[in-house]
């Protein structure tokens, strides 16, 4: 029997990709997604389910029909700035949904579980790189709602004996053109992309703050490779089986980028010039966030492999250049 691994919001950027990556090695992934953005999602190696990732009915005739080894749980709201604006959906789909899934998983003993964290949780931080072990005092109800179920999660694993493993996203970019796979957010608001479209339709780009207590002024984050998180997935699943404990881990490069860096290097790989305009900070928007991930490469035996800065934007230009076509 082909074994099964259930993705709620696999059609999505990383959720897509993630799948791929267990298609690689052997798994057929049952993808469980609304398509929100409007994305595109026609993969032989995947069963696409459009239905919410916490319809009961939906979830019970999934684990009694595929029996599913984990769950790794990538749907979410993720716009900060829309998170400030409108914390509702924000509590709704990132935490009451997720205790939902969680409570119908467990009814059908399925405890292994891999969940779609954020460095968002860590707020406003001045270190060089945050360990894991650093406080939480997220500065956006986003990060609120991941550092929440990350809580959940503590207590079930107590009470219920839930098996987790949190990976603390950084900021994640770059795609898999070849398999046609693309970040297709509508609208978009992640840096890169909305960089990348500026730049080849000559649009203004925003800095929001170039006061910030950085190099440049500018916020630095730290950029990782989709296919290197995919690949962090992979890790924590093996990492549940051969029987070790629940934990939390940073996904990142472990090297921080300005925006100005983000900015002068894509206009390069585009060959493109950039219409810069400088605009005020956004509520909830820290200066720096950049990962320390000795802990994933000790334990997991994870190490990023791709998450070079000029070929993460370099497979975003040709992307966005395909998708184009």
């Known amino acids: 029997m082909t074994k099964t691994v259930l993705i709620t919001g696999g059609a999505g950027y990383i959720g897509s990709h993630t799948a791929f990556y267990f298609s690689q090695k052997g798994y057929h992934p049952i993808i469980l997604d609304t398509l929100i953005h409007n994305q595109s999602f026609d993969h032989a190696w995947a069963t696409l389910l459009q239905y919410d990732f916490a319809e009961r009915a939906v979830l019970q005739d999934i684990f009694e029909q595929y029996k599913p080894e984990a769950v790794i749980h990538c749907a979410a709201e993720i716009a900060v700035g829309k998170s400030v604006q409108q914390p509702f959906c924000f509590y709704e789909n990132n935490v009451s949904k997720t205790i939902s899934l969680l409570d119908t998983m467990l009814q059908h003993n399925v405890t292994n579980f891999i969940f779609s964290s954020s460095a968002a949780i860590y707020g406003d931080v001045q270190l060089g790189s945050i360990p894991e072990e650093h406080s939480k005092e997220p500065v956006n109800p986003y990060g609120k709602t991941k550092l929440m179920i990350e809580m959940v999660l ?101 090297v921080g980028a300005s925006v100005r860096n983000l900015i002068e290097l894509t206009s390069n790989i585009a060959k493109k010039e950039m219409i810069i305009q400088n605009s005020q900070k956004r509520a909830g928007d820290p200066a720096l966030l950049i990962a320390n991930v000795a802990k994933a490469a000790n334990i997991l035996k994870w190490k990023p492999q791709y998450s070079d800065l000029h070929f993460i934007i370099q497979s975003a230009v040709q992307s966005f250049k395909k998708q184009k076509e």
């Open 154 to 254: 503590q207590d079930f694993q107590k009470a219920y004996n839930l098996n987790f493993i949190c990976l603390r996203y950084f900021n994640v970019a770059g795609s898999l053109v070849d398999h046609n796979l693309h970040e297709q957010h509508k609208p978009e608001t992640h840096v890169l992309p909305l960089l990348i479209h500026a730049a080849f339709e000559q649009k203004p780009f925003s800095i929001f703050g170039n006061d910030y207590d950085t190099k440049d002024g500018t916020c630095m984050r730290d950029f990782v490779h989709v296919w290197d998180v995919a690949h962090a997935h992979w890790c924590a699943l093996q990492h549940m089986q051969q029987g070790n404990p629940s934990d939390y881990f940073n996904i990142g490069s472990g």
